[in-house]
């Protein structure tokens, strides 16, 4: 299995900035996909970003142009640069990643137990 540590989450004023970061370990093969959610408070959890291993991006249309997803490959981490941040952007953050634990396995989700982040007006 593969165990992930969220850290970087705390409080910060509107307009301001944080970074998150996640770290896998464990007895995998491979990592395809990392990804960060979010959970408002009363609100469904939601893709924030992702990145393929070949370095693909997906952002949602919400902190499109304030967050950047990186991750290193080979330090099986993967970081999230949120600029700009915004009352709603408040919310527990979840590290995911899809993870086979051997060759030619298929790949399942694993999660981190998450980092909150509290933005204030």
């Known amino acids: 299995q593969v165990q992930l540590v969220e850290s970087g989450g705390g409080l910060v004023q509107a307009g301001g900035s944080l970074r998150l970061s996640c770290a896998a370990s464990?007895?995998?093969?491979?990592?395809?996909?990392m990804a960060w959610y979010r959970q408002g408070p009363g609100k469904q959890r939601e893709l924030v970003a992702r990145?393929?291993?070949?370095?693909?991006?997906d952002y949602a249309d919400s902190v499109k142009g304030r967050f950047t997803i990186s991750r290193d490959n080979a330090k099986n981490t993967v970081d999230l640069q949120m600029n700009s941040l915004k009352p709603d952007d408040t919310g527990v953050y979840y590290c995911?990643?899809?993870?086979?634990?051997?060759?030619?396995?298929?790949?399942?989700?694993?999660w981190g137990q998450g980092t909150q982040v509290t933005v204030s007006s």
């Open positions: 990145m393929g291993s070949g370095g693909t991006t």
């Open positions: 995911n990643a899809e993870a086979s634990r051997e060759r030619y396995y298929p790949s399942y989700p694993y």
């Open positions: 464990g007895r995998f093969f491979s990592i395809p996909s």
